[in-house]
């Protein structure tokens, strides 16, 4: 299969690239930046917002991974603007150029953030026929349920196949260090303060992220078509808890601050995976704390570090 992946060049993207060519699909990156991976197969420099340019490199293809966004939810914050306009009105275009290049389906990295905080039982098990929320806390969530949105009109109106793939947290190698698994880790090695908004009881559903790039290939199937699949852990983590696994692997103690919660927090919510399991065959194999042993291990290893785990 002739699959475009934009934002391949990424994090979970070039994840999803390795997997599909494990697989023996012919694979392009779409990205602005160049592929850092090693990733044997074609690439095209490009910006997403660029619609003639997309229209023009999709053609022949027959399905494109849509990971394209701006994914750092503390620059989200910072520039709205622009931020929603790679996340959102990005994904506008590849479905305009899906529909001119009458392209099989369309794949779309969202995120367990658009079922919101909750309001009421925290332990209520969220499936994908959970409405998703009526007022999200943060800008980031409204732009990937209006990116959702788009997908259900242009089936709707123009017959665009879609599938919708909700992630949980994913971590791991190759993540951006501003995120919080590397940030946790990068200041227990160096002896520096971790700053903990809240008490640290908020949970994520951490899914290892070459997992999660197993179970994007999954939704190639056809039982997968104009469905929503939560892709998602099996294990409630906090954000306290993750320090706290992250001592325990590096037999080391951490220097742990509490501070005032911040404004639009995600709450974590408990995200069934049942749908997946039952369509597509797929669940996580690895458990968090086997993955974020490997993670460590990897980090170290890049940043040359002397440890011993």
């Not at 934009?6 to 997997?19: E, K, L, R, Y």
């Not at 003639?52 to 966004?69: G, M, P, T, W």
């Not at 949970?203 to 056809?222: D, M, N, P, W």
């Amino acid at each position: 299969m002739k699959i475009l992946v934009t934002g391949g060049s990424g994090f979970i993207g070039s994840h999803i690239v390795d997997a599909l060519l494990e697989k023996g699909h012919q694979v392009k990156i779409y990205d602005v930046d160049n592929p850092r991976y090693n990733q044997k197969c074609d690439y095209i420099k490009a910006e997403v917002l660029d619609l003639n340019r997309l229209i023009q490199e999709s053609k022949d293809y027959d399905v494109i991974y849509h990971l394209a966004a701006e994914a750092d939810v503390n620059r989200f914050y910072k520039s709205p603007y622009y931020s929603n306009l790679i996340t959102s009105c990005s994904t506008i275009n590849v479905l305009e150029a899906s529909r001119i290049n009458n392209i099989s389906r369309v794949l779309l990295a969202s995120t367990e953030w658009v079922y919101g905080s909750p309001e009421g039982d925290e332990d209520e098990i969220i499936t994908e026929e959970t409405p998703t929320t009526n007022n999200p806390d943060h800008i980031y969530t409204s732009s990937k349920i209006a990116a959702e949105m788009f997908c259900k009109n242009y089936k709707r109106l123009y017959n665009v196949n879609y599938t919708i793939m909700r992630f949980g947290i994913p971590f791991g190698e190759r993540a951006r260090e501003s995120t919080v698994t590397p940030i946790f880790l990068n200041r227990i090695l160096n002896d520096e303060e971790i700053t903990i908004h809240g008490d640290g009881s908020q949970t994520r559903q951490f899914i290892y992220v070459k997992e999660l790039a197993k179970g994007c290939v999954a939704c190639l199937h056809k039982n997968a078509e104009n469905q929503i699949i939560n892709l998602e852990g099996k294990e409630r983590i906090s954000v306290l808890g993750i320090v706290r696994n992250l001592e325990e692997i590096l037999n080391k103690k951490a220097n742990i601050k509490f501070a005032e919660d911040r404004a639009g927090q995600f709450k974590g919510r408990l995200i069934s995976g049942e749908k997946a399991k039952k369509l597509l065959g797929w669940e996580p194999k690895i458990s968090y704390k086997d993955a974020l042993k490997n993670y460590v291990k990897w980090f170290i290893e890049e940043k040359g570090i002397k440890n011993e785990i």
